[in-house]
């Protein structure tokens, strides 16, 4: 891509998008990928144009109406690791303890139980690192289930 499309209407909001919802470390990661000229660099600024700039950006949807949408979907592809991201943006979007874990349970009966475990090790990951649960909050992992 051009530096003329990192300069783009959709490019600059979703560079504040990013920065809002995950802040500056995390958009730093993605800035220097997309100017890198390496590999990833394009796929970094299709995602901060396209996915954050162009749709987390659209009016229709409250910020933390996206996540709810978003973490389902990653719920169900059994994508943990991008799931970290978004259940740290989703806090940042407002989602609260308890509605991150009505949307694992709402969760179960369409993805099933393997997916949602996936997904509970992941948030509840997220949540100890914010200081949101205690060590008395344990998964499968912790109890040697998976």
């Given at each position: 891509m051009s530096s003329e499309d990192q300069q783009s209407p959709n490019y600059q909001r979703g560079v504040n998008l990013v920065r809002e919802m995950l802040g500056e470390a995390f958009l730093g990661g993605m800035l220097s990928a997309a100017n890198s000229g390496g590999f990833a660099a394009d796929a970094a600024t299709i995602a901060l144009e396209s996915a954050f700039g162009a749709v987390w950006s659209r009016p229709g949807l409250q910020r933390?109406?996206?996540?709810?949408?978003?973490?389902?979907?990653?719920?169900?592809?059994?994508?943990?690791?991008?799931?970290?991201?978004?259940?740290?943006?989703a806090l940042n979007n407002g989602l609260t303890v308890t509605e991150l874990q009505e949307a694992l349970i709402q969760a179960i009966p369409y993805c099933g139980f393997p997916c949602v475990a996936e997904a509970l090790e992941a948030t509840v990951a997220v949540l100890r690192e914010r200081g949101l649960v205690g060590d008395n909050v344990k998964t499968a992992k912790d109890r040697g289930m998976l």
């Open positions: 933390k109406e996206r996540s709810l949408v978003t973490i389902g979907i990653l719920v169900g592809m059994g994508k943990p690791n991008e799931l970290k991201n978004h259940v740290r943006a």
